[in-house]
């Protein structure tokens, strides 16, 4: 008896949780801006050029562990001692190494943290 109650309770579950994974991908609703687009073709070319005006307006990444000095002194609060600091102090693992490191204030880091990263060779 407990052999044929423990192969029809994995294939309840199975068929419960495959049917409510279904019913949550059919009843996902989109945002108020997709469902203008679609209802209305004129809605939907204005909102392409928003998509691509903000994919413009990204900003320029900065990467510590391979910029130039002038580049990272165009970095707001960053002078050219820091930015030898910086030089000298690579390879970064991540961003969070100017502070680890103490090459450049915790002030300074919550300045530019939005616009480095790191990247790895």
């Known amino acids: 008896m407990k052999r044929s109650i423990i192969p029809s ?3 309840a579950a199975a068929l419960l949780l495959g049917a ?18 679609i209802s ?14 903000k ?3 990204k900003p320029k990444f900065v990467d510590i562990n391979s910029a130039s000095k002038a580049e990272l002194m165009k970095l707001p609060g960053i002078s050219a001692a820091e930015a030898d600091k910086i030089i000298a102090g690579r390879p970064f693992n991540t ?5 680890t490191n103490k090459i450049i204030t915790i002030g300074a880091y919550e300045n530019i943290k939005q616009l ?3 990247k790895q060779k």
């Open 116 to 118: 480095i990263i790191a």
């Open 55 to 57: 994919a413009a307006a």
């Open 40 to 53: 209305h073709g004129k809605a939907s070319a204005k909102s392409a050029k928003a998509k691509g005006a």
């Open 20 to 37: 409510s994974l279904s019913f949550a991908v059919e009843t996902k609703s989109g945002t108020a801006g997709e469902t203008k687009a």
């Open 95 to 99: 961003k969070a190494r100017l502070v």
């Open 9 to 11: 309770a994995v294939i």
